[in-house]
């Protein structure tokens, strides 16, 4: 199957600061997506990007296909940004079915 | 994008007891997905729904411990049977709201002692 790593595992930050969150996979996709789970635990789709560039407020994502990762960046951080963040993809020959990778734990700090 | 709904949202149940878990959509859709997400770990597929057909189990899922329903395009059922603590999970539902970008829904919060 396909692998699917997250970096940092855990980031600590003030209020305020910018991070950015990694995602590397081992294969070809036709799906990338980043999602958060907040401390309910839900899972909140954040970008659907197999490739390219996307910003949607304080976040964007970029993902290069052809070297197979992606990167999240997070600005001017809140403590709402506070929870997990998964990349998952989707293999190309394996349908639907995502995988997902271990996640970053991000915690912002008042 | 689907608006998902589960039932329950959360449960406690006693070891040896089934719970069954409901999902629902606003929409017609083609592909139902369950997945399971023990504590502090990431999510897992179980398996794959699909109207008119039995469910694909993954590796490492069996169906006569997860049977799964898919009477119609807008609902399925998981059922996790014969429990014991390490089932103790959040079990969440999705669905593909465009060629292969998924939609998740509130998931199901299960405890079991």
């Known amino acids: 199957g396909i692998q699917v790593e997250q970096s940092p595992p855990d980031l600590i930050l003030q209020e305020g600061a910018n991070s950015t969150l990694r995602c590397n996979f081992s294969?070809?996709?036709?799906?990338l997506q980043w999602f958060h789970q907040n401390p309910w635990g839900q899972l909140i789709n954040l970008f659907y990007?197999?490739?390219g560039t996307k910003q949607n407020g304080r976040l964007s994502a970029t993902t290069v296909a052809t070297e197979r990762y992606s990167l999240l960046y997070i600005s001017s951080s809140q403590t709402t940004d506070s929870g997990v963040y998964f990349c998952?993809?989707?293999?190309?020959?394996?349908?639907?079915?995502?995988?997902f990778g271990e996640g970053t734990q991000l915690t912002v700090n008042p | 994008s689907a608006v998902i709904s589960q039932k329950p949202s959360r449960d406690i149940c006693q070891r040896g007891t089934s719970l069954t878990i409901q999902c629902q959509v606003d929409s017609q859709v083609t592909m139902m997905f369950w997945y399971r997400q023990q504590p502090g770990q990431s999510l897992t597929l179980i398996a794959t729904?699909?109207?008119?057909?039995?469910?694909?189990?993954e590796s490492g899922f069996v169906i006569d411990k997860f049977p799964i329903s898919r009477p119609n395009l807008t609902f399925s059922t998981l059922t996790v049977s014969n429990m014991s603590p390490e089932d103790s999970s959040i079990y969440l539902c999705?669905?593909?709201?465009?060629?292969?970008?998924?939609?998740f829904g509130p998931g199901t919060r299960l405890t079991v002692t």
């Open positions: 729904a699909n109207q008119g057909s039995e469910a694909t189990y």
């Open positions: 990007i197999p490739s």
């Open positions: 999705s669905v593909t709201g465009g060629p292969y970008e998924q939609y």
């Open positions: 998952a993809v989707v293999k190309k020959t394996s349908g639907s079915r995502l995988t």
């Open positions: 294969d070809s996709v036709n799906n």
